[in-house]
């Protein structure tokens, strides 16, 4: 036989056994044999570099070590899910579903631990694999993803389709991983989800490659001519294809589904994978239109999450915490105690009225709990251990600037009015820079604090101007000039932001992520936002009297007005994104790829996608253009490959002129 022929029968085999090993759990040959089936490639390949193909098994060994994760777009937006907690939320959730279809039929899975990650296939070969990130945006984790074995990297058909699932790392290989990690004195890892989250963004893909992970495929971004199949069938495809899915059940009535729930949930130690609850999904898809989708999650599934782990433990003491708005938060400090693989050394008390409804006292023996949610709570006082306890007083001024605190009758909560109170500019900032608000990465909450005392950072726009004050950062103890670059550019780069994101960096009353992401649409710039009056605003649906209301007292502000010209000087983007969506680049995608002299990555993005155009992470036939800078490598080669058109930095220049 030739040598060509004797790889790809090799390889053929390999995936055969790959299936029956990690999707139908029923291997037909022993690891002993396996491993001689893939070392005979390995040797082969070796010996003929030239029939080596990316799709081989044997490239699950990892290799490429990136700088950074790039960016991408989901084609679909990658959605979560509403939560039941018990019983009557799932019978709720299905008197909701009865008020728009007559009949329902479910399907409940287990619902895996892990973490959500999106696959896209083009004519059955992995070309991409994204974390959820924020659902709109996640993270091309492609080279990590190839080295789990339970993914396939060459489906069973030539189709192109998009697979979302969970990794996830199972109970065995996380205490494996530890054990391992104890012997090298490394930090260990809290549970297996966040050893998985810590695996799946190695940058090294070696290291990813040595930290056994698996997937499980739930869902595919849904595409007309599969509306017709039931999810239970979706499930038997992928299946099918290649897939390793979840266990599963069609229950015909809600009666069912609670039965089976339950039966989940007494077996879950049985799993070999952390399962944190039971996804129930309406079976069929033809129905998922009708019955609807909210901001965040479609109106046809549920996540039913099991009841949280109750720990016992000691408050230490109660602390006054000053949040953005003023309002002042009683803080159990707690004894540090494990709760469902975290440790757990705070709790939030609420306010006044709920201390004292529980009677809660510094000393006590509290029952903690972490229901469902991540927000630790206590969930009662064990008083047969009450022995010296110290009872709980509200405090009447503000404990960081001794302001007399006000509380309004008919509100559980005391405030501090004073504008000027660091707690609360702290908060602002902190809120501003997180996460779901502007993202700025490295601008976190001890440095932000650290920053303000120092008198760098008083006001959100200080936070663009940090960058004039480097050399003084630099010299100041703790921080290293890399850190500080790295922030400095982490802050320009979120300049760009999209104007929903910015607002709700800016902390108005009652403008969360979902009414920012409205006002967005409807106004044009945050200008028509600050000019428009309660009729304007209360003309737009999902916006109240409550809303409209708040939205004008702060806009109407002079500290407020004040910050957003600063904004506008210091080019921020205060404009919606869908103004300038057509340009010459309409309808064509770029892929960025290599060092380009005159632009940073960003820049460039923001060139093509200001003329209408789209930017992707990799190669594919729907690349209509790469710009190729220097020093570029797979991407280039794969673009020369496919015939698709490669341009230098020099012609993209001349494009945008
Ligand atoms: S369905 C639109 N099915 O749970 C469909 N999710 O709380 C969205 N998860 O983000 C997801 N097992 O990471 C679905 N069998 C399952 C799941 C599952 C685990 C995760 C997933 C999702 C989160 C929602």
Redesign the pocket.
Same mark, same amino acid.
Do not use: N
């Given at each position: 036989m030739a040598v060509n022929e004797r790889v790809k029968e090799l390889r053929e085999l390999i995936r055969k056994h790959d299936y029956y090993y990690h999707v139908l759990d029923a291997p037909r040959i022993s690891d002993v044999e396996y491993d001689q089936l893939l070392n005979e490639l390995v040797e082969l390949e070796e010996h003929y570099p030239e029939y080596i193909t990316e799709d081989s098994p044997t490239q699950r060994v990892g290799g490429v070590v990136l700088e950074g994760f790039e960016k991408v777009e989901h084609t679909i937006p990658m %959605? +979560? %899910?509403g939560n039941a907690f018990n019983d009557d939320d799932l019978r709720a959730f299905e008197t909701r579903l009865r008020k728009v279809v007559d009949r329902v039929e479910y399907v409940v899975?287990a619902? $895996?631990d892990g %973490?959500?990650a999106s696959l896209k296939y083009q004519e059955g070969k992995l070309v991409l694999a994204a974390t959820?990130g924020n659902g709109v945006i996640g993270e091309d984790i492609t080279e990590n993803v190839k080295t789990i074995r339970s993914v396939p990297l060459v489906l069973r058909k030539p189709i192109t389709i998009e697979v979302r699932g969970?990794i996830y790392m199972t109970k065995a290989n996380f205490v494996k991983l530890n054990e391992q990690r104890q012997r090298n004195e490394e930090a260990l890892f809290k549970n297996p989800r966040n050893a998985a989250a810590g695996s799946i963004r190695q940058l090294d893909s070696k290291v990813a490659a040595s930290r056994v992970l698996d997937f499980v495929a739930?869902?595919h971004a849904i595409k007309d001519e599969d509306a017709e199949l039931s999810h239970s069938e979706t499930l038997s495809y992928l299946k099918e294809i290649g897939f390793k899915i +979840?266990d599963y059940r069609v229950c015909e009535n809600i009666d069912k589904v609670i039965q089976h729930v339950q039966t989940i949930e007494e077996k879950r130690h049985h799993f070999d994978y952390d399962i944190d609850g039971a $996804?129930i999904k309406v079976n069929e898809k033809g129905l998922y239109d009708t019955i609807g989708y909210t901001a965040k999650s479609?109106k046809w599934?549920i996540?039913y999450k099991f009841k949280a782990e109750e720990v016992i433990t000691k408050i230490k003491d109660i602390i006054f915490q000053v949040g953005r708005t003023g309002q002042i938060t009683p803080v159990a400090i707690l004894e540090p105690v494990e709760v469902q693989g975290s440790t757990v050394s705070r709790a939030t008390l609420h306010n006044e009225d709920y201390v004292k409804l529980k009677d809660i006292r510094i000393n006590d023996d509290v029952m903690i709990k972490k229901a469902g949610d991540i927000i630790p709570e206590v969930v009662g006082v064990i008083e047969e251990n009450r022995t010296d306890q110290i009872a709980f007083e509200m405090i009447e001024h503000c404990p960081k600037c001794q302001e007399k605190l006000v509380r309004t009758s008919g509100e559980a909560d005391y405030y501090c009015v004073n504008d000027a109170c660091p707690a609360k500019a702290v908060e602002t900032l902190i809120h501003f820079a997180s996460r779901k608000a502007m993202n700025i990465e490295g601008l976190g909450e001890r440095i932000i604090e650290h920053f303000y005392n120092e008198g760098y950072l008083k006001s959100i726009p200080d936070i663009y101007r940090l960058k004039d004050h480097r050399d003084e950062l630099v010299l100041k103890a703790g921080f290293g000039e890399k850190s500080i670059d790295k922030l400095i550019e982490n802050i320009e780069k979120s300049k760009k932001n999209s104007l929903e994101l910015l607002l709700f960096g800016l902390g108005i009353r009652f403008v969360g992520e979902k009414v920012s992401k409205v006002l967005a649409y409807h106004f044009n710039s945050i200008f028509d936002i600050m000019n428009s009056d309660e009729e304007t605003l209360l003309a737009i649906p999902e916006i109240g009297e409550k809303i409209a209301q708040s939205i004008i007292d702060f806009m109407n502000q002079e500290r407020v007005k004040s910050v957003i010209e600063e904004l506008e000087v210091l080019a921020l983007n205060l404009t919606s994104k869908q103004v300038r969506k057509e340009g010459v680049f309409s309808g064509k995608t770029f892929v960025l790829t290599g060092k380009l002299a005159r632009f940073t990555r960003d820049e460039a993005q923001n060139e093509i996608e200001m003329r209408g155009g789209k930017v992707t992470s990799s190669v594919s036939k729907k690349t209509d253009v790469v710009l190729a800078g220097e020093d570029a490598g797979s991407k280039r080669d794969k673009a020369e490959k496919l015939g698709v058109k490669i341009i230098d930095e020099e012609t993209f220049i001349d494009w945008i002129k």
């Open positions: %959605l +979560s %899910l899975e619902k $895996v %973490l959500a959820r969970e739930y869902h +979840s $996804v479609p599934a996540a």
